[in-house]
């Protein structure tokens, strides 16, 4: 079993910057791809961004691309979620999971571990 805790949210300004963190419990979080996810008020779950086990494959979304950039450091068993130039429309409530297949890396249901999530507040 993998634990997974996100850190790093809080309250931003359209146009800041903030990074977020996934902590894993366990050395083998490194055979693991990882994502972020996120959820606003009165709206699904989406896709943000993911990362292959070794940090050689990313994709993102397109109202994410070119802003955020995720990325990993399996030394320190970490994920990371780097948010820059935040808009208003990027508050939600962000969730780091790990265990899908790149194939489906895009949809939730194929992750096998999710943290608690970790609030994003942008505001105009």
């Known amino acids: 079993q993998v634990l997974l805790v996100e850190s790093g949210g809080g309250l931003v300004q359209a146009g800041g910057s903030l990074r977020l963190s996934c902590a894993a419990s366990?050395?083998?979080?490194?055979?693991?791809?990882m994502g972020w996810f996120r959820q606003a008020p009165g709206k699904e779950r989406e896709f943000v961004a993911a990362?292959?086990?070794?940090?050689?494959?990313?994709d993102y979304s397109d109202f994410v691309k070119g802003r955020f950039t995720i990325s990993r450091d399996n030394a320190k068993n970490t994920l990371y979620l780097q948010m820059n130039n935040l808009k208003p429309e990027d508050t939600a409530v962000y969730y780091c999971?790990?265990?899908?297949?790149?194939?489906?890396?895009?949809?939730?249901?194929?992750?096998?571990?999710w943290g608690l999530g970790t609030q994003v507040t942008v505001s105009s």
């Open positions: 999971a790990a265990g899908a297949p790149e194939s489906t890396w895009k949809s939730g249901t194929e992750y096998s571990y």
């Open positions: 366990r050395r083998t979080f490194s055979m693991y791809a």
């Open positions: 990362v292959s086990w070794n940090g050689g494959t990313t």
